[in-house]
C-alpha cells in the first residue's frame, strides 16, 4: 500500500500519530530499530500525490496551524486507505479490535439468557415446592398395610383386570379441630362407608355405600393400641371404631368377597375445604331444615351449600326424612353426585389453578395406603375417571331391609345382595334407576314378577339408585 507524503507543511509527528493505528500488523515486523524517515528539507521537491480516492477526506489547508490538524488527526483517529470508513459503527474498532455494536447486542442476549434460566429455575423450584407440600399432606397408613399382610391368606384374590376398588371411609373423628361435631372419646367411627368400584376400562364406575348400621360379622382384629378385638357379630360401624381401618377392609371383604385394592379416609374438617374449593354444593330442599346437633338451619328450596353446611346436611338424620339410615345415605348419595357433577362442569380436574386448591384440601386431612399416598398416584385415580360418563357414575345403597331382631339396625337382602357383590367383583355393568313409587332413591334392586332383579337391556342388574349426571332437583 503506498504511503501518502505529509502534508507540505505539517508536523511528523501529527502524521505519525494519524498512522500509528492504522496497520499495526505491519509496524510489528517491521526491522528493531529502523531509522527515521529523513524529514523534507525547505528546498526539497514534494513527493507525487497518491491517486484520487472516491470521495476523499478533505486535506487541512496549507495554512491552517499545525496544532489544529493534529488535533483533528487524534480525535477522528482517521483510517488508512482502504480500511473502513469512520462513522460506520458496525465496523468502527474497539479498544479490543471487536465491533462495538455487536458487542452491545451480545452482552443483551448474554443478559436475556441469564433472566430466562433463573425464571425457569425459580418456575421449576416453586412447582417443585408445591408438589412436595401437598405430598406431604397425606398420612400414610402404614399399618394397616401391616395388618392386612398378616391375613393375606384369608382376603380375596386380586381379580384378572386392572378394576379397582376403593374404600372410602368418612371418619367422625371429634379431634383435630372436630371438637364442635362432639365430645372426642379418642376413638373413630365411620359414618360414612363407600366401596367405589372402578371399571377396568374406566367406562363405568359404582359407588356403593354400606350402611352403619349393618349388622355383619366382623373378623378377629388387631385395635390401633395392639390389643386383639374378638370377632364378634355386630353392627358394621363397629370394625372401624374398635378396629380402625384394616379391621374395616377385612370386614368388608369377608361379607362382599371382593378384593379391596386401596383405602381413603377422609375427616369432617377434609370434606367442609373441599366444598369450599370447588365454591360449594347445590341442593334442593322439599321443606325447611332445623337441626342442633347438625348445626344446620336452612330454607326450602335450591341453594348453594358450603363446607360447614354440606357437613351438616349429608350427617343429620331426625330432622330430614324419616330419620332413617337408609334416607340418609340416598342424601349423601345425592349430594356427591352434585358434587361430582359441578367438579366436571367446571373443569377442575383439567386445571392446575382450580385443581390446586382441591388437592390441597383433599390431601390435607386425607390418610391414604401406600398405594395411594403420593400425589401422582391420586391423581391418575382422580384423572382416569375423566374417561368415566356421569351418567355411567352410579350410587346406589347395598340391598338391606331392617334387621329382624332389631329394626333399628338393618340387614342385607338375600339373594340380592350377593347378586351385587357377584357382578362388581367379576367387573360387570350395574344400572340403577330411581325408586318411582316413593321418589328418592331406593336401596332395594327393582324385583320383576319372579323376585329376582330386573334386567336393563343391556341384562345389567338394575338397582334402585341415582348417577352423577341427574339434577339433584329433579328427582321424580
Known amino acids: 500500500m503506498t504511503t501518502p507524503a505529509g502534508p507540505p507543511h505539517g508536523d511528523g509527528d ?12 505491519a509496524a510489528s515486523e517491521s526491522a528493531p530499530e529502523a531509522a527515521p524517515e529523513p524529514t523534507p528539507g525547505p528546498d526539497a521537491e514534494p513527493a507525487a500525490e497518491p491517486a484520487a480516492e472516491p470521495d476523499p477526506e478533505p486535506e487541512p489547508a496549507p495554512d491552517e496551524p499545525a496544532d489544529t490538524a493534529e488535533a483533528a488527526a487524534g480525535n477522528a483517529e482517521a483510517p488508512a486507505p482502504g480500511d473502513p470508513a469512520p462513522g460506520d459503527p458496525a465496523e468502527r474498532p474497539d479498544e479490543l479490535g471487536a465491533p462495538k455494536k455487536p458487542r452491545r447486542r451480545h452482552r443483551g442476549l448474554r443478559i436475556a439468557a441469564i433472566c430466562t434460566a433463573v425464571v425457569v429455575l425459580i418456575g421449576g423450584g416453586g412447582l417443585w415446592y408445591v408438589y412436595e407440600q401437598l405430598n406431604g399432606n397425606i398420612t400414610t397408613d402404614t399399618a394397616t398395610e401391616t395388618q392386612l399382610k398378616v391375613h393375606e391368606s384369608e382376603r380375596p384374590t386380586e381379580g384378572p383386570t386392572k378394576a379397582e376398588n376403593v374404600l372410602l371411609i368418612g371418619s367422625d373423628n371429634r379431634g383435630s379441630g372436630n371438637e364442635q361435631y362432639g365430645h372426642d ?6 359414618d360414612t362407608t363407600i366401596l367405589l368400584h372402578l371399571s377396568a376400562d374406566r367406562s363405568s364406575a359404582t359407588a356403593m355405600s354400606i350402611p352403619r348400621d349393618l349388622m355383619t360379622h366382623v373378623p378377629e382384629c388387631q385395635a390401633p393400641d ?19 381401618a384394616a379391621c374395616t377392609i377385612r370386614t368388608v ?8 385394592d ?12 373441599m366444598v369450599n374449593a370447588i365454591g360449594g354444593v347445590d341442593v334442593c330442599l322439599k321443606e325447611p331444615v332445623h337441626d342442633i346437633d347438625a348445626q344446620l338451619d336452612l330454607p326450602a328450596g335450591k341453594q348453594k351449600l358450603n363446607g360447614a353446611q354440606a357437613l351438616g346436611f349429608v350427617r343429620a338424620r331426625e330432622s330430614i326424612g324419616d330419620g332413617s339410615d337408609t334416607q ?13 357433577k359441578k367438579v366436571r362442569s367446571n373443569g377442575v380436574l ?32 382422580v384423572h382416569s375417571l375423566q374417561k368415566t360418563p356421569t351418567g355411567a357414575v352410579h350410587f346406589l345403597t347395598v340391598p338391606q331391609e331392617p334387621y329382624v331382631n ?11 345382595a350377593d347378586g351385587l357383590f357377584t357382578t362388581l367383583r367379576e367387573d360387570r355393568p350395574v344400572a340403577v334407576a330411581p325408586d318411582s313409587s316413593s321418589g328418592d332413591s331406593g336401596a332395594k334392586p327393582s324385583p320383576d314378577a319372579s323376585g329376582s332383579s330386573t334386567a336393563s337391556p343391556s341384562t345389567a342388574p338394575t338397582y334402585h339408585g341415582t348417577t352423577a349426571d341427574r339434577d339433584i332437583c329433579d328427582k321424580n
Open 262 to 273: 386401596h383405602h381413603l379416609i377422609v375427616d369432617f374438617a377434609g370434606f367442609k375445604k
Open 14 to 25: 501529527a502524521e505519525r500519530e494519524a498512522d500509528g493505528d492504522a496497520a499495526p500488523e
Open 328 to 340: 340418609r345415605m340416598e342424601r349423601q348419595q345425592d349430594f356427591l353426585a352434585s358434587l361430582i
Open 226 to 244: 395392639g390389643h386383639t378385638v374378638k370377632a364378634t357379630f355386630e353392627q358394621f360401624n363397629w370394625a372401624f371404631q374398635f378396629g380402625g
Open 350 to 381: 383439567l386445571n392446575p389453578v382450580k385443581l390446586y386448591p382441591l388437592l390441597s384440601a383433599a390431601t390435607s386431612s386425607l390418610t391414604a395406603d401406600p398405594g395411594l399416598d403420593s400425589l401422582n398416584e391420586l391423581y391418575d385415580l
Open 253 to 260: 371383604e369377608n361379607m362382599t368377597h371382593i378384593r379391596i
Open 185 to 190: 372419646t379418642g376413638t373413630q367411627r365411620s
Open 406 to 416: 332389631d329394626h333399628n339396625r338393618d340387614q342385607l337382602i338375600q339373594p340380592d
